[in-house]
């Protein structure tokens, strides 16, 4: 299927475990971000990325791991969850150039609840 | 300053009427702006972009950019209830390809 797809939709976990949220886009969008979105914080951004091997951090990226070996895929890592973690992550994808600059693409979210 | 705020709302209107969302930012914001529109558990979607100073119509929906006065709106005519639901303004941070979110304003559309 064309678009913007997240994995795990919904995901209930334990402090400490190691949780990883992937992403995955079909338009070889050059840019991938990572946001959560929080009641009372709107979404803020974790970590971005401007190309396979190029990340870089945004406003909220302690304890999480990035990586994108391959374009299409941007996988959050949480190393060791904590419950101020429980959130909802949104992944999207942008062109980055052109007229399609800025505009980003969401994917349906990951509702992740760390116990 | 936030870099992007918005009225926290919640705002009220009548089915027909104009609602009116605004947001303004900071120095550090810059060049384009957007507004993205979230139904309830679902994920933002683009209504609308703009750069230039000015207004801009795309049907019953309308942008206005003051960049003198770093403040951006969103106005949505004849409303309806189908248009209830929290509408973000982002703009990009300057520099980057980053777009930062104000916190969005949650519009009700009442029948």
Known sequence: DAGITQSPRYKITETGRQVTLMCH??????????????????????????????????????????????????????????????????????????????????????????? | QKEVEQNSGPLSVPEGAIASLNCTYSDRVSQSFFWYRQYSGKSPELIMSIYSNGDKEDGRFTAQLNK?????????????PSDSATYLCAGRQGGSEKLVFGKGTKLTVNP
């Open chain 2, 68 to 80: 003198a006065s770093q403040y951006v709106s969103l106005l949505i005519r004849d409303s309806q």
């Open chain 1, 25 to 115: 886009q079909t338009w070889s969008h050059s840019y991938m971000f990572w946001y959560r979105q929080d009641l009372g914080h709107g979404l803020r951004l974790i970590y971005y990325s401007a190309a396979a091997d190029i990340t870089d951090k945004g406003e909220v990226p302690d304890g999480y791991v990035v990586s994108r070996s391959k374009t299409e895929n941007f996988p959050l890592t949480l190393e060791s969850a904590t419950r101020s973690q429980t959130s909802v992550y949104f992944c999207a994808s942008s062109e980055g150039t052109g007229t399609g600059a800025n505009v980003l693409t969401f994917g349906a979210g990951s509702r992740l609840t760390v116990l």
